[in-house]
């Protein structure tokens, strides 16, 4: 094989590790972080533990989490720890959504009606 050759199938393996090993961990980094940005007090959670909170205080690197109904189990973790979010604002405009959208009536449907 000629040196053209090995330069070719060199390159040819670098490329694959790139798209396969390093892109999509850079890809997850990334949405990993645009999630932690997004995170804001009022927000439900879900921690890399399985638990669901509430956000009730943040600081740069750490928030505390409200479990349960229970007022008293506030617990500091870091935000690295929350793999989900849910913002309240979204479910309600989502259910209001639903609640206000009606059914399409056919123009057929109609017409028996009226007979």
């Excluded at 913002?87 to 989502?94: C, E, G, L, M």
Aim: charge should be positive.
């Amino acid at each position: 094989m000629s040196t053209v050759g090995w330069i070719i199938y060199l390159v040819a393996i670098v490329a694959m590790f790139y798209f396969i090993g390093i892109r999509p961990s850079q890809k997850e980094k990334k949405k990993q972080q645009e999630l932690l940005n997004s995170i804001a007090v009022g927000d439900t959670v879900l921690t890399s533990s399985g638990f669901y909170g509430v956000i009730i205080d943040m600081t740069e690197d750490t928030v505390i989490v409200e479990f349960g109904n229970n007022k008293n189990c506030r617990i500091p973790m870091q935000k690295a720890a929350i793999v989900q979010v849910e913002k309240p604002a979204t479910q309600a405009s989502q259910s209001v959504a639903k609640a206000n959208t009606k059914p399409a009536v056919k123009a057929e449907d109609k017409k028996a009606d009226n007979k």
